[in-house]
C-alpha cells in the first residue's frame, strides 16, 4: 500500500500519527474515548524537539486532556520529551519495567544517556510490561515484548484493528541498531524472535517509531530478515554501521558543530569506546580510535548523510 494512503487507514481512525524526523521518534495521540479522563501518548520524541513535541502534541488535543505518556523504550529519541510534557500536562508516565529502577535514580550510565544527549530528569508512576494492557481510544492495547533493539522494549498492539506500534523493532526497510550486539551481549537472535512474533500477529497496519505507517507488513519483514542475516553473517559490518549511525545522530543533535568536537565527542563516547574495543582496535581498520572515527564522518560525508563545510560537519 502507497504509505500516503495509509494516512486515512481505518486503523487510523482516532488517533494522530505525528511523524518526525530520526532525531526524533514518531508520537502517536491516542485520542480518548468516551468516559475515559483524557489521550495517552506513545513516546515523546528527543530532548532537543521538546517544545516542538509539546507544540505538536497541545494543537492535535484541542484542549482536551492528556491523561498518560507510555514509552515504548528509553532510548534518548523516544523519552526526550517526557520531562517538558510531564511538567506541561501533569502527566503519569508508564515506562517497560526494565529500567524503572534507573529511571527512579536517574543513573545516566545505565540509561545509555550520555551517549545520546538525554538529560532532563522525568519520574514514572509505574510500569507497562509485557502481557500487560490498557485501555485507550477505546481500544484494548497489549504490550509484547520487543527484545533486540533494545532488550527492554516493548511493541504495542491492538487486535481489534489490527493496529501495531512498532516502535524500532520493525520499520518499513529494517529496525533499529542492535545495542546489545555492539557491548559482548546476544540480540540479534531477539530480533529474530521479534520479527518472528510480529508475523504471527494479524497486523494490518504498522506504524512504526520512524518513518510512515505501512500496511505491506511481509515485504517489511523480509528486508529486515534480509538486513538481519547479512549483520548475523558480519558482526563487524553492524559494528561499522551503528558507529555512524551514532556520529549522525550528534550531527542531528547539534545541527553544525566542528570536525575537531564531533571527532573528539564521538571518541569520548562510552558506547564508541565499547564498539572500537570489540570490533576496531588491533583489527587493522585505523590505527586508532579518532582515526576510526574520522573515516566514518568522511563515509556518512560521501552518502550525503553530512556535510563538510569548512572545518565544520553540517547535518543533511
Not at 245 to 264: D, I
Amino acid at each position: 500500500m502507497d504509505p500516503v494512503a495509509t494516512t486515512n487507514h481505518p486503523a487510523l481512525a482516532g488517533l494522530t500519527v505525528l511523524e518526525r524526523g530520526w532525531l526524533s521518534s514518531n508520537n502517536i495521540l491516542i485520542h480518548a474515548a468516551p468516559g475515559e479522563p483524557g489521550a495517552v501518548l506513545v513516546d515523546t520524541g528527543h530532548v532537543v524537539h521538546r517544545e516542538q513535541t509539546l507544540a505538536l502534541v497541545r494543537h492535535a488535543l484541542r484542549g482536551a486532556p492528556l491523561a498518560r505518556i507510555v514509552n515504548t523504550h528509553l532510548h534518548s529519541d523516544h523519552c526526550g520529551g517526557n520531562a517538558l510534557l510531564q511538567q506541561a500536562f501533569g502527566a503519569p508516565i508508564a515506562i517497560p519495567p526494565g529500567l524503572a529502577d534507573a529511571v527512579r535514580a536517574w543513573d545516566l550510565a545505565r540509561l545509555s544517556h550520555d551517549d545520546f544527549g538525554q538529560r532532563e530528569r522525568f519520574y514514572i508512576e509505574g510500569t507497562i510490561g509485557p502481557g500487560e494492557s490498557f485501555v485507550a481510544g477505546g481500544r484494548r492495547w497489549q504490550a509484547l515484548a520487543a527484545p533486540g533493539h533494545d532488550p527492554h522494549s516493548i511493541v504495542l498492539f491492538d487486535a481489534g484493528t489490527g493496529l501495531l506500534l512498532s516502535a524500532d523493532a520493525l520499520w518499513a526497510n529494517g529496525f533499529g541498531v542492535v545495542f546489545p550486539e555492539l557491548v559482548g551481549e546476544t540480540g540479534f537472535g531477539e530480533v529474530g524472535a521479534t520479527l518472528d512474533l510480529i508475523e504471527r500477529l494479524p497486523v494490518r497496519l504498522v506504524v512504526p517509531g520512524h518513518g510512515p505507517p505501512f500496511a505491506d507488513v511481509a515485504a517489511a519483514l523480509a528486508r529486515a530478515r534480509s538486513r538481519l542475516a547479512a549483520f548475523r553473517a558480519d558482526p563487524a559490518r553492524h559494528a561499522r554501521h551503528a558507529a555512524k549511525v551514532l556520529v549522525k545522530y550528534h550531527v542531528m543533535e547539534e545541527g553544525r558543530l566542528p570536525r575537531s568536537e564531533l571527532v573528539r565527542w564521538s571518541a569520548a563516547a562510552p558506547l564508541m569506546r565499547q564498539v572500537w574495543s570489540r570490533f576496531g582496535e588491533g583489527r587493522g581498520v585505523a590505527a586508532t580510535l579518532e582515526a576510526w572515527v574520522e573515516g566514518f564522518v568522511n563515509e556518512l560525508a560521501g552518502s550525503g548523510a553530512v556535510a563538510i563545510e569548512g572545518a565544520d560537519v553540517v547535518d543533511l
